[in-house]
């Protein structure tokens, strides 16, 4: 009988441990726990003895709201669970999440961190460094400081550094969204940026800094499904030199686009531009373009030859309502263009229905721009023209019928005011039309989303495993009462 007994708190032990709750009991001035310790707002943020004791659980639960007053720094492994809806707020001028080299982060829960003044980021990521934001977890940078990031992140040489945002995370931010940054020698290299989630800002949402000049070892740009959203700004600045690969997702701004240099290659998505082609609204100190369109190709004078544009569209769809689709200004030799796929919705002036493209160069746009980019049009989908004319410097024009019969490769017929180029791969189902939330099926088709909440593989093991366990227990339990 004794032997049973001990069997039975055993099994009740391991049903605690598998459904999650921490065992230890925590005075009121704790604000996080893990399964061995309580922690008081100034353990959170002390160094040395208390720092080690903080890293030696690796995982520490939120049971209350706590405001710091200084830097959150990590150099070593740790998970931070948000709880239920509890919040870590940096309320004193420059404070905020620094992740050291070696650091590496989880955020996950449904709480939220957020600052509430100063000029910093939120989250600083060194070189070296790695975060990953999980589950239903909010980030909201307050800051209004013009270039003030939620997320920054930098690399060095000889670092791997990363960024993962889940698709459920959401980024607001009175500023920027993320900046990738150089730590040294205008270049960023080991790093890798995963986006996807709901993105909320004033200025751009993602951005690589200008002075990332190298294309050794740039830092990669993976976007994912997800909504991407500025206000006041370019959605994805691609300055510096860097690989975007954007797979998918719903990316609006006032543009949505902006390539100056870098490997840009676009799969799919929907992309779209407020601001009027005239010009119109823009975050401070931003220096994007702003004409409202939802494609943005421009080289700009300093930045050298070695800064090539390598733009490769292969679907999505893109739609500016008041400006052209796709603006490329300056570009001539210095890069290389291809679009298949693609569904360009341009918007009106006055009556007048705007060309798809807008093909912009101060130099002869004849001799250098159409002479290295023939044939970059090789499928899709534009209101009215194609191309709008283009006056070269030598004061003659190139319409749009000249700019289409050099530069684009499909055949081309007009319908209705609407031109086709070649055969879309899918027609009736331009790619990157997927909103948020949706699933896709195994056809490729669309099907909605089943609000059910899976929990997590392991933690369906556990729970089996203590119910099998507990009804070993009562099995053995009425044998035992049997044989008494």
Known sequence: MKNLKMFAIAVMAFAVMATGVHAVDCDTSAVAKSETKCYTEAQLIASSAETDALYADNVITLIKNVTLTSNLEIDKNITIDLGDDFVITFNTANQGIVLKDGGNLTLKGTGEVKNTAGTSALIDVQAGATL??????????????????????????????AVTVGKDVTIKSAAYGLVVGKASADSAPGVTVNMAGTWETEGYVAKVN????????????????????????????????????IKGGSVEGAQAVEVRSGNVNISGGTFKG???????????????????????VKHVANYEEAKRINLNVTGGTFTSEKSYAMYIKDLGEKGTLSLSNVKMTSGKEGSTQLAAIKIDDTNDAATSFIEHHNDMIVSGEFTGDVFEKVETSSGTFATPAELAADLVKGELKTEGGNT?????????????????GDQTTGDGNQGPTDNVKNPETNDNILVYA????????SVAFTAKKRED
């Open 466 to 473: 203590g119910l099998g366990l507990v009804s070993l227990a």
């Open 274 to 296: 407020t601001n009027p082609k005239a010009g119109g609204t823009g975050f401070t100190g931003a220096n994007a373009t702003k004409n409202g369109s939802a494609l943005i």
């Open 420 to 436: 086709t180029v070649g055969t879309p791969s899918d027609e009736g189902q331009q790619p990157g039309t997927t909103e948020p």
């Open 132 to 161: 990953n934001v999980e589950g239903s977890v909010i980030l909201n940078n307050l800051s209004t400081g013009k270039e003030t990031p939620a997320i920054m992140i930098n690399g060095t040489d000889g670092k791997t550094t």
């Open 210 to 245: 200008g002075t990332i000049k190298y294309a050794s070892k740039a830092p990669v740009i993976n976007v994912e499904e997800g909504t991407y959203k500025s206000a006041k700004s370019t959605a994805l600045y691609a300055s510096g030199y860097a690989t975007w690969n």
